[in-house]
Nanobody
């Protein structure tokens, strides 16, 4: 069982930047794991931001998220990251990391991002 763990959320000033981290509790990312970042704002559906394949680092972004968000992974740290810049008020949400391994998707508990003026 893969258990993703997110960290790095908190309060960020509008216009600032923030980097979220995803690791696997008690384990490691392996092979063709597909790591994805999602977010869910209050009263809205969960939406995908970006995905990255662990072994070759290939990335895909939802069109509306392209530009201000960057997904990447550090192979040696065994972590996947989501960097956001030019943070907007509408970026306030709970951000989730998911890992798809052998067609099974596991979710983390999420990390909350608040945006201040």
């Amino acid at each position: 069982q893969v258990q993703p763990v997110e960290s790095g959320g908190g309060l960020v000033q509008a216009g600032g930047s923030l980097t979220l981290s995803c690791s696997v509790s008690g384990g490691t990312f392996v092979g063709d794991d597909m790591v994805a970042w999602y977010r869910q704002a209050p009263g809205k559906e969960r939406e995908v931001i970006a995905t990255i394949t662990w072994d070759d680092g290939s990335r895909q972004y939802t069109d509306s998220m392209r530009g201000r968000f960057t997904i990447y992974r550090n192979y040696h740290e065994n972590r996947a990251f989501l960097h956001m810049n030019g943070v907007k008020f509408e970026d306030a949400a709970i951000y989730y990391c998911s890992v798809e391994r052998d067609s099974v998707v596991s979710w983390g508990q999420g990390t909350k991002v608040n945006v201040s003026s």
